[in-house]
């Protein structure tokens, strides 16, 4: 079975830009999870989506937002971009109530 | 913030077992302790889980301390794909109580020698 997907793999983009992001959760699996990891950090959660619901959403300004389609694939849009908003961008998918998220490669997002 | 605490770094050689520690003092009766590596240039990989009692998988070993303060992830065999940065997580409740975020802190970076 095809592992979690995500485009594009690597990202430059300008300050003040917008950025969208794009996941493909493993066939079968419902609920998305989207983590922001900076360099030499672990990551950190910003969203969840199950059921094309918003489950919960981590520390972050309002310039992030997502939503999960009908088909269960996510996006990750960035308004306003920051220097600071320069990352390895994680798309982990799950079917709730188990014990293991299944992770993609990643989007590196680099905002000059 | 994350509720554990690891090493930054271990060092061990190939073939050899080992023992990677993680503290979580404020544990609760219902948090289940989850492993999670990440190789190099990769996203986080499931390592292993358990909640009370010692755990088997083909990747590796839980050991979990009696009072679930404390716990040790095993790699029987170390090998040079075995080094990466191994993170132990409690896992945070989402809304509704069924779903669950991963609070990842700076892990345990592994070192396999030759």
């Known amino acids: 079975d095809a592992g979690v997907t995500q485009s594009p793999t690597h990202l430059i983009k300008t300050r003040g830009q917008q950025v969208t992001l794009r996941c493909s959760p493993i066939?079968?699996?419902?609920?998305v999870s989207w983590y922001q990891q900076v360099l030499g950090q672990g990551p950190q959660f910003i969203f969840q989506y199950y059921e094309k619901e918003e489950r919960g959403r981590g520390n972050f300004p309002d310039r992030f937002s997502a939503r999960q389609f009908p088909n269960y694939s996510s996006e990750l849009n960035v308004n306003a971009l920051l220097l600071g908003d320069s990352a390895l961008y994680l798309c982990?998918?799950?079917?709730?109530?188990?014990?293991?998220?299944?992770f993609g490669p990643g989007t590196r997002l680099t905002v000059t | 913030d994350a509720k554990t605490t690891q090493p930054n770094s271990m060092e061990s050689n190939e073939e050899e077992p080992v023992h990677l520690p993680c503290n979580h003092s404020?544990?609760?009766?219902?948090?289940?302790i989850h492993w999670y590596r990440q190789l190099p240039s990769q996203g986080p990989e499931y390592v292993i889980h358990g909640l009370t009692s010692n755990v088997n998988n083909r990747m590796a070993s839980l050991a979990i301390a009696e009072d679930r303060k404390s716990s040790t992830l095993i790699l029987h065999r170390a090998t040079l794909r075995d080094a990466a940065v191994y993170y132990c997580i409690l896992r945070d409740p989402l809304f509704g109580g069924s779903n669950y975020k991963l609070t990842f802190g700076k892990g345990t970076l592994l070192t396999v020698n030759p």
């Open positions: 066939s079968g699996h419902k609920s």
């Open positions: 404020t544990i609760s009766g219902t948090d289940y």
């Open positions: 982990a998918s799950s079917r709730a109530e188990t014990y293991e998220q299944y």
